[in-house]
């Protein structure tokens, strides 16, 4: 995220430092700002151009056109040079995280041989991330504290400990009449049979699906080349059916990025992205802690939204995000990239893949292997200062025991932009097509008729 820094004379919104006491305010050097947002409204045709739901998964046919949910987030860093070799970075913020609520952390230089120190509540390594597609590869996020850009010769490493919770909201008695219906009825349940389980073990089932995860990370840069691991531990991870899930795992990624569109010279960039992953490291936590965004983003096909018979809870993607098996393994791999040729066309292409064995789970139709793959291409094409028009069309395929279905789409956007080369503001009108549209029919169901559709947009997008 590209900030404006604005020195403390000029920061005349003086209510975010009003609890900072005039006479210590004097010691603060420099203040930044800085944030992002955007807000739109998309119409569907065949919903009679009523507010259209989410048409399609934005991480895995581009976003543009499809990017129905508002969003943003802001924050404040204060700069303090205590001498010549410290400095204190004080970070607040609101957004932008699973916790809805303020956001805050310290940086302190010059306190270890080498490295910054840093604790609180933060993301680590948002620059992972594909910007046509919004997917963040790496999604690591919590309270924690750790140490950055250790030097080691001309390589750097980052240490980390961060701790994230699954915030389950469903209440006890809600719990207890799942219980009494499925002494009932046998199809409902799919694992360890809770009718036998007793009161004080259902308490200890309920009490334990809110326990911290704790994610021990490491980092290491040499160049071009980023390795990343995370070995994770959730103890008494009980599903709430009685099963228990993985209580470790771990995930590796590697980052190699390029200076060239893949071997093509030019005004151009490119990455290539390899992550493996086992029990807690594999499915929707490949590369990720706990997190809202972790929940919802493409990983394995038996999390996200479900729904069936369970009722809607047990297809809650924030319950079924730590649902992994021990032997659980996924891997996904990423290409992507940018070239903008002399004539100012850009092209923003990126590949994206993952495969899912689900390891012991074997049962019913959550069992097996799931895999994923996504293809799109972001095109720009300058028309005169401020005024561009972007096109996007992606496609992708799922694939799940032996069933498999697909979804494309086609975006025209013309877009007026102003930018200072810090801060960038976009308003911009979309219509896309979707063939075979999931809003005109059940997501759910992979053989059902689909029909195709038109959503029309205005989005308004700004980061500073």
Known sequence: MKKSK???????????????????????????????????????????FKKADIGGQKELLGRLGLES????????????????????????????TEFDDLIGYLEMDG??????LWGGKRKLAEENYVFMTDFFYTDLEGIGVGIQDIEIGDSFLDLAYISSDRNISLT??????????????????????????????RANIFDNQNNSMHTFHASYTLGALTVQANYKYLPDNWGLNGKEWAETGYDTTAIYHMLDFFGLKGNAFSYAIAQVGRGLGSGNLLGGTITDYGSLRPGSLTQGYHTGEWGDYFGDPYYLITQRE????????????????????????????QY??????????????????????????PVRDNFIIQTEAGY?????????????????APTFVL??????????????????????????????????????????????
């Open 6 to 48: 604005l020195s403390i004379a000029a920061l005349s919104v003086a209510g975010v430092l009003s609890s900072i006491p005039v006479a210590n305010a004097a010691i603060i050097d420099e203040v930044e700002f800085h944030g992002y947002f955007r807000a739109g409204f998309f119409a569907s045709k065949e919903n009679d």
């Open 69 to 96: 949910d508002n969003d943003g987030n802001f924050g404040f860093t204060t700069i303090t040079n205590i001498n010549d070799d410290q400095q204190l970075r004080i970070h607040i913020g609101v957004g932008d």
């Open 111 to 116: 306190v270890l041989p080498s490295g910054t």
């Open 172 to 201: 006890y008695g809600e719990y207890e009449d799942f219980v009494e219906k499925a002494s009932t009825e046998d199809d409902i349940i799919i694992s360890q049979n809770q009718r036998y389980v007793t009161d004080d073990q």
């Open 326 to 353: 021990e032997d659980a393994l996924s891997a996904r791999a990423i290409l992507w990239g940018g070239y903008t040729n002399s004539d100012g066309i850009g092209f923003f292409p990126s590949i994206q893949a």
């Open 356 to 381: 899912n064995d689900e390891g012991t789970n074997d049962e019913g139709a959550d069992g097996g292997y799931n895999y994923w793959v996504s293809v799109m291409m972001r095109n720009i094409f």
């Open 396 to 412: 992708y395929e799922n694939t799940q025991n032996g069933g498999t279905w697909h979804q494309s789409k086609l975006t025209v």
């Open 419 to 464: 930018s200072d080369g810090l801060s960038t503001a976009e308003i911009r009108f979309t219509a896309t097509y979707l063939p075979l549209s999931w809003t005109t029919g059940d997501e759910t169901d992979p053989n059902v008729k689909l029909s195709d559709d038109f959503v029309f947009g205005i989005q308004a997008d700004a980061y500073w």
